[in-house]
């Protein structure tokens, strides 16, 4: 089955990441206090009493007039919250749906209303009207519904909203800190240098491996245009002369306001450089967003992307045809994107930052009606064990949405939404409009007043049928949630919802299946009751097994990445504002490459090759998984070279202190992984590590071979080791730069990437509660109460630039409220450090009741301009600053303090401070000074080898323990051994030094044996065969027979003869007696030389009746053959046999036997 038919069939079980059951907090009160019971039914009864003209009126807009004109709203119930929106001049801003006619502009002039914008079809218009006229604006005839202006929303993030759980591939290491003190981390990850555009690169860009389609597929957008929707692009140009965006088409009169389209355009021109980029707003309103949607298809887009969502928007249909009459357009922007999909766009948008229930950030509860009893003549919803109530835990700005399974413009069965104080015993905000079978089956109400501890309350009329219900908080949290956020036109089918995951937690290595989407991500699935038409999917069902079961989101992409932050966006930039700009660029980097591939399948190939994160398969926190070009690209057979890549460096100290950050004085172990991201694969893959740095030493055997690796696959070998000198200069960054060769791709290619060194960073997680926080060596703390503060004037302060002191903020004149909660952190710099950018993160979910500033060389809560260094400008959720700082063990504080005077916040908080050399500051260690000698030794003769040490007095200045190692290690062969001495210190730090080891041998071969076995004699002459064994252990040998004539003739001795020497002629052919030429009586051995006659014996009387002597014959290194004729004093005659064996190294040995041969 493919892909696309998983997500389509799947219809009771989407894979969970954690347990299904609902999120439970549980601190609301299970019923309501008889207060609320009677409000609530006070705000009925004045529901059920509206005129057919206030029936056409949002229940906001009735509440905002009562209390606009000192009306009661209810009996009881003066006062409720709406945020009915106001124009500057102070009308109310409204949207109205109407039937056009001729005479309606004219009605409304005559009413004072002022229409800002109309949808192409006249239907809905956007009013600006004095809220006293609304009743007669609803009056007109040509007005069907008259609500609140529609509200949109981006889901850009203004923080990185996961701030804990993350699996961060470098290892955060508690310097002996306390839990609450946190850690000095240390990110061990290179320093990578931006692939992408401009003056700021996505670290997305190289998380999903877009640089790596682009360089080894070619892939890089050409031919493919692409269409963004969002806020608006008011800093486009600025952008644009950075560098960071080329030509953008926008479309006439859409440029909107605000940059998130800027960043959003920033992200796509990163990754798909070459596409052709449009852009329209999609906040001015729902019809003007379904427009434009279309109006970028017209425009050929085959790719379009938002991250826009209109609260109206309904999770149950699927698009509103022209048929379908929705007094708020429910479904209209879903139908456009139906639209233009089925046209063969493929359509990107967020899957929204309203959490999940995996991570516990659900602010969402769906699911049946469940009858909670009675509330007068009503019925309560059942939240789940009794629980008629749901609390609040976390506050949204956003409004607070109730949808249920009825129609569009059709519903019959009226639901109420109420919110109450923490107590149950009032209500501060309600939705009560009408349904009666023209209406659409949605309530919404305020939570701009709403706190942590109120509750939301649900009613059902008691004549309703129960339906299947979606409550969300749209941001807030919810005491009981559930699954299934995602809803709107990312529901739709034709649609690619995208999850966010962080890139930093990755980065700059790619994705990996350990991956996880961000907590804020929203969930699915989404259960779709309706078609476009309005027509039931399961007629007979509206509840938890009817309709169908769509799978969502669809896909993951990178959020937190760098764009420049143009009118104040911010840098980095999270949310699946982000990440959906990821996947569109990675799908038209994708289409350059296949100009030919038709849109469905493209999408299908997107979600069959995504990298699988989270539940095992299609699950409701990642959809497929994470988007990844060239995992698709090779699915379509795109050609491609190998294409060899530095996966990560991992440095960490070897083992140092032990705190995973490499200083000074210690060994560093650098782990490279190699990966081939091209579709060849690569062979002979070798890489070398090299540094310019000074005090960067790095093994002299830092080749490492890492074989072939295939097409996608990684491989690891082994660490290279350096040291680092106990000067080198803190902090600073150590450059290195590997060079890597291979067979089947660009080669060679040359990685440079940079190790921060000595560069620490404390992670301090902690509430403004008074209590003092917990100090380390080298960081002082201090908690109290300080004077005043200093003005947010929204500048933070950055390296390079001295932001001047702030004013005060103002404090009303009471003394107390000028006193508040701070909590002060000293941090001590090394005597020996260097000039640096340090850089303070504060971060928390409500943080933005906190504010930070840094001081030099200290912080006086007395006055808080004194030694004022810089300041986080603003407060927020998430807030940066930085300051230059010249170290040399001057001190710097950073005070963290509550935003509101008085007693403290107990707001939690974690402050992160990096970039400077801090802390305790132990005297840096001093690597080993190695020595080295060529050495001489005799070898083993069983083992023909030899230990050897070439050390010649190594030392270590600190009078540490050495541990001494050679390379090779020995024991040696015979011959000469290059061999590297290293010296390695407790902290790992080690000194290199090579010399030679000979190894000699001087041990003489073995003769084992020497027997001699003489044959009869033939004549004159006796053959003799010698048998022995020559051996040695460590090399071939030579032997050779030499003979020497010992008797009876005294004084004789013949020369003695080799094997191959000349043969001495005879010059006779007989002796004496006649006997004849000797030849005839020559031992006859193969290959022998025969000896000829020398003629009569000799005058010396050493010959036998006148025959000399013969001398004897060596035939070969076993066989002689001796002259055995009769002596004048004797009958026989003795030899003496000598073998000498001579081994390749020129030892010799000996050996001697006698034989005493005669003739016969």
């Keep these: 089955m493919s892909v696309l038919a998983v997500f389509a069939a799947l219809a009771s079980a989407i894979p969970l990441r954690a347990s299904a059951s609902p999120q439970d907090a549980s601190p609301a009160p299970l019923q309501l206090a008889p207060s609320a019971i009677e409000q609530i039914e006070a705000l009925i009864r004045e529901k059920e009493s509206r005129s057919p003209v206030e029936q056409k009126l949002d229940s906001q807009l009735i509440y905002e007039l009562r209390m606009r004109t000192g009306q009661a709203i209810a009996a009881g119930v003066n006062r409720l919250e709406t945020d009915v929106p106001y124009a500057s001049d102070g009308h109310a801003v409204v949207d109205v749906t ?17 229409v800002v914008s109309r ?12 809220i006293e006229r609304i009743e007669a604006l609803a009056a007109l005839s040509d007005v069907v519904f008259v609500q609140p202006k529609q509200e949109a929303a981006v889901f850009h993030m203004p923080r990185r909203a996961a701030l804990a759980g993350l699996p961060l591939r470098a290892a955060v290491v508690a310097r002996g800190l306390s839990s609450a003190m946190g850690a000095q981390e240390q990110q061990t990850n290179i320093t990578a240098t931006g692939t992408g555009q401009g003056s700021r690169s996505s670290e997305g860009d190289i998380t999903h491996l877009a640089f ?76 003007t967003f379904a427009q434009n949607i279309r109006a970028l298809r017209a425009a050929g887009c085959d790719i379009i992307v938002d991250d826009v969502f209109y609260f109206v928007e309904s999770p149950f249909h699927d698009g509103q045809t022209g048929s379908v009459v929705s007094p708020r357009n429910q479904g209209l922007i879903t139908q456009a994107v139906n639209d233009v999909t089925a046209g063969g766009a493929l359509y990107f948008t967020s899957a929204g930052n309203y959490g999940n229930l995996d991570d516990g950030t659900s602010g969402t509860w769906e699911g049946d009606f469940a009858d909670g009893g009675p509330n007068g003549v009503n019925r309560l919803h059942d939240f789940g064990g009794g629980r008629v109530t749901n609390a609040i835990t976390v506050t949204s700005t956003n409004p607070v949405n109730l949808y249920w399974s009825d129609p569009l413009g059709a519903s019959t069965n009226d639901y109420d939404l109420f919110r109450l104080n923490a107590a149950g015993t009032a209500v501060l905000a309600s939705s009560t409009t009408l349904q009666n079978g023209t209406q659409d089956p949605y309530e919404q109400m305020s939570s701009t007043g ?48 995208v999850a966010a995951a962080p890139a930093l937690a990755s980065f700059p290595a790619p994705f990996s299946a350990q991956s996880v989407v961000e907590e804020f991500s929203s969930d699915g699935p989404r259960r779709v009751f309706y078609g476009a038409d309005n027509t039931p999917y399961t007629p007979d069902n509206l509840l938890a097994t009817g309709g169908q079961l769509r799978a969502k989101p669809d896909l993951t992409a990178a959020d937190g990445v760098q764009v420049t932050g143009v009118g104040g966006v911010g840098s980095p930039f999270f949310g699946t504002s982000a990440a959906a700009p990821h996947a569109a660029a990675i799908a038209a980097l994708v289409k350059s490459a296949n100009p030919a591939v038709a849109p469905d399948a493209l999408r299908r190939t997107l979600l069959a090759t995504a990298l699988d994160i989270e539940a095992p398969g ?15 690209l090779r699915a379509l057979g795109t050609a491609a070279p190998a294409f060899v890549e530095v996966v990560r460096v991992d440095a960490i100290d070897n083992p140092g202190n032990n705190n995973g950050v490499p200083e000074a004085g210690e060994g560093v172990r650098l782990s490279i992984p190699l990966a081939n991201f091209g579709n060849t694969p690569a062979s002979g893959v070798t890489a070398t590590l090299t540094s310019s740095t000074p005090g960067i030493t790095i093994e002299q055997n830092a080749a490492r071979a890492y074989g072939n690796i295939a097409v996608a696959a990684t491989t690891t070998a082994a660490p290279i080791l350096v040291s680092i000198a106990s000067d080198f200069p803190c902090p600073k960054s150590a450059s290195f730069a590997l060079t890597v060769h291979y067979s089947g791709g660009p080669s060679p290619r040359v990685f440079q990437f940079d190790v921060p060194i000595g560069v620490t960073s404390y992670r301090i997680t902690k509430k403004m509660d008074g209590s003092a926080p917990i100090a380390s060596a080298g960081v002082v703390t201090a908690t109290g109460v300080q004077t005043s503060r200093l003005n947010r004037d929204s500048i933070a302060s950055t390296c390079g630039a001295q932001k001047p002191t702030p004013t005060l903020a103002f404090s009303p004149l009471s003394v107390f409220a000028t006193y508040r909660r701070f909590d002060a952190y000293t941090f001590n710099t090394c005597a020996a450090s260097t000039p640096s950018c340090v850089t303070v993160n504060v971060q928390g979910n409500d943080a933005i009741n906190l504010f930070g500033a840094a001081y030099s060389p200290s912080f006086s809560p007395a006055d808080v301009q004194q030694n004022y260094r810089a300041d986080a400008g ?28 008085g007693p403290p916040s107990a707001t939690p908080y974690t402050l992160t401070v990096s970039g400077a050399c801090m802390g305790a500051c132990a005297p840096p ?25 070439i050390d010649h007095g190594t030392i270590d200045p600190d009078g540490d323990a050495l541990v001494l190692t050679q390379s090779p290690a020995g024991p040696y062969p015979i011959g000469t051994t290059r061999v590297l001495l290293t010296a390695t210190d407790p902290s790992g730090a080690f000194s290199q030094t090579a010399a030679s ?100 014996s000799n005058s010396s009387g050493e010959g036998v009746e006148g025959h000399p002597i013969q001398p004897p014959l060596v035939l070969d290194a076993h066989h002689v053959s001796l002259d055995a004729t009769r002596s004048g004093v004797g009958n026989s005659r003795t030899y003496a046999i000598t073998v000498t064996c001579t081994d390749a190294a020129g030892n010799t040995t000996t050996k001697t036997a006698t034989i005493t041969v005669r003739r016969d």
């Design 874 to 901: 603003a407060s927020s959720l998430y807030r940066t600053f930085s300051f230059d700082h010249p170290g040399g063990g001057v001190p710097f504080a950073v005070d963290v303090h509550d935003v509101a005077p």
């Design 98 to 114: 109407v039937t056009p006619s001729a005479d309606l502009d004219a009605s409304l002039a005559a009413l004072g209303a002022d």
């Design 450 to 497: 709403s706190a942590p501890g109120q509750i939301i309350v649900i009613l059902k009329k008691a004549s309703a049928q129960p339906r299947f219900l979606h409550l969300d908080t749209n941001g807030g949290r919810l005491s009981i949630g559930t699954a299934g956020q995602l809803h709107g036109h990312a529901q739709a089918a034709g649609a690619l919802a």
């Design 997 to 1096: 080891v000979t190894v000699v041998d001087s041990t003489p071969p073995s003769i084992n044996g020497l027997v001699l076995r003489p044959a009869p004699s033939r004549g004159d002459w006796v053959d003799v065969t010698v048998d022995y064994n020559g051996a040695d252990g460590c090399s071939a040998v030579t032997c050779t027979l030499s003979v020497v004539f010992v008797g009876p003739v005294r004084g004789t001795a013949l020369a003695t003869q080799t094997v191959g020497a000349p043969v001495p002629r005879r010059t006779g052919s007989s002796d004496s007696r006649g006997e004849g030429d000797d030849n005839a009586r020559l031992p006859q051995i193969a290959g022998a030389p025969v000896p000829p006659s020398t003629g009569s």
């Design 212 to 287: 790596a389609a682009r360089a080894a597929f070619g892939a890089r957008g050409a031919g493919v245009k692409i269409g963004v929707l969002s806020d608006g692009v008011s800093s486009l140009a600025t952008s644009q002369a950075r560098g960071d965006l080329g030509a953008v088409t926008v479309l006439p009169g859409q440029r909107g306001a605000g940059d998130e389209g800027t960043a959003m355009l920033e992200i796509v021109h990163d990754l798909a450089p070459d596409a052709e980029l449009f852009f329209a707003t999609g906040v001015t309103s729902v019809t």
């Design 119 to 130: 949808s192409p079809d006249g239907t809905s218009l956007r009013v600006h009207i004095a």
């Design 925 to 949: 260690n001093r690597p080993p000074i190695a020595s080295a000698q060529d050495v001489t030794v005799s070898a083993d003769p069983l083992t023909c080898q030899a230990p050897a040490s």
């Design 618 to 632: 299609v699950d409701r926190d990642a959809g497929a998984g994470i988007v990844m070009p060239t995992n698709a």
